[in-house]
């Protein structure tokens, strides 16, 4: 199986927790459908991306990058790539890779879809990511590390979060009530 078909899989047999996110995956569905490249950068201007939440063992902490390009806070990820083979992989690749935190315990299920413009991602002009978002635990006693996209990253209790965007609000609390539901 491919990527692609992966993805396509993914997103079809996905159930949405809202209507806006009925809208998203729809979205994204067709992208797919209409666009054999549509997993990588080729695909101009919309592609799938992939990325991770992390949150603490307690649910009380998310853990932030701030991205060096954006400079403003987000959960993980990004790009596909060549070697990845599903899309969780891609979302669990990017999560270890920006995090420096190896062995997360990766929701094997999208927990949000998000569909956002980028300026700085391609040189012919602004891009549409089309984000598909798990959510991850990483250990208690989990060391995190900054990687070269970002200025920093860190723990931030989820009472007092840094400015966010309304849909990273949301992202963090679809995750906290999946992990809530897990592990109850």
């Given at each position: 199986?491919?990527?692609?078909a992966?993805?396509?899989?993914?997103?079809?047999?996905?159930?949405?927790?809202?209507t806006?996110?009925?809208?998203?995956?729809?979205?994204?569905?067709a992208?797919?459908?209409?666009?054999?490249?549509?997993?990588?950068?080729?695909?101009?201007?919309?592609?799938?991306?992939?990325?991770?939440l992390?949150?603490s063992?307690?649910?009380?902490?998310?853990l932030?990058?701030?991205h060096?390009?954006?400079?403003?806070?987000?959960?993980?990820?990004?790009?596909?790539e060549?070697?990845?083979?599903?899309?969780?992989?891609?979302?669990?690749?990017?999560?270890?890779?920006?995090?420096?935190?190896?062995?997360?315990?990766?929701?094997?299920?999208?927990?949000?879809?998000?569909?956002?413009?980028?300026?700085?991602?391609d040189?012919?002009?602004?891009?549409?990511?089309?984000?598909v978002?798990?959510?991850?635990?990483?250990a208690a006693?989990a060391?995190?590390?900054?990687?070269?996209?970002?200025l920093?990253?860190?723990?931030?209790?989820?009472?007092?979060?840094?400015?966010l965007?309304?849909?990273?609000?949301?992202?963090i609390?679809?995750?906290?009530?999946?992990?809530?539901?897990?592990?109850?």
């Amino acid at each position: 199986m491919t990527l692609h078909a992966d993805a396509l899989g993914a997103l079809e047999r996905w159930t949405p927790p809202s209507t806006d996110q009925i809208a998203h995956r729809n979205r994204f569905v067709a992208h797919l459908r209409a666009q054999p490249d549509g997993m990588t950068r080729a695909s101009f201007p919309d592609h799938i991306t992939a990325g991770t939440l992390v949150l603490s063992a307690d649910l009380d902490h998310v853990l932030l990058n701030l991205h060096r390009k954006a400079r403003r806070w987000f959960a993980f990820g990004g790009h596909c790539e060549p070697d990845d083979l599903t899309l969780l992989s891609a979302a669990t690749r990017e999560a270890a890779e920006e995090s420096g935190i190896a062995g997360l315990d990766v929701d094997p299920v999208p927990v949000h879809l998000d569909e956002h413009t980028v300026g700085f991602c391609d040189p012919r002009g602004p891009v549409a990511h089309l984000d598909v978002r798990y959510t991850a635990r990483a250990a208690a006693d989990a060391v995190h590390g900054v990687s070269e996209e970002s200025l920093d990253v860190g723990w931030w209790p989820v009472t007092e979060l840094p400015e966010l965007e309304p849909e990273m609000l949301t992202l963090i609390e679809l995750s906290r009530a999946r992990w809530a539901q897990r592990v109850s």
